[in-house]
């Protein structure tokens, strides 16, 4: 059974840097695809970065230039190096495990980043 949990959440002033950790169990961790997404509150959840198998990443454009997604297969672990934070970017974060040989979806249960101002 594939878990997920996610760490590194916390409060932070405007400007501030936090790095969120994802440690992955149960899967095949370097040939899956990982991806962090955020839901602020009131709001949908929205996608922020991914990162493949081959390491190629992707981001949303809110988050481009200040955040960096990164994997370390011996470790299963998928980071999230948030650096400029704005309070804008105060939400849940969540990791999401994409299994590239079913396509199935496992989420972790999130950690929270408040960003003051």
């Known amino acids: 059974q594939v878990q997920l949990v996610e760490s590194g959440g916390g409060l932070v002033q405007a400007g501030g840097s936090l790095r969120l950790s994802c440690a992955a169990s149960?899967?095949?961790?370097?040939?899956?695809?990982m991806a962090w997404y955020r839901q602020a509150p009131g709001k949908q959840r929205e996608w922020a970065a991914s990162?493949?198998?081959?390491?190629?990443?992707n981001y949303a454009d809110s988050v481009k230039g200040r955040f960096t997604i990164s994997r370390d297969n011996a470790k299963n672990t998928v980071y999230l190096q948030m650096n400029s934070l704005k309070p804008e970017d105060t939400a849940v974060y969540y990791c999401?495990?994409?299994?590239?040989?079913?396509?199935?979806?496992?989420w972790g249960p999130g950690t929270q980043v408040t960003v003051s101002s």
């Open positions: 999401k495990l994409t299994e590239v040989t079913t396509y199935s979806d496992y």
């Open positions: 149960g899967s095949t961790f370097s040939r899956n695809i």
């Open positions: 990162i493949g198998s081959d390491g190629a990443t």
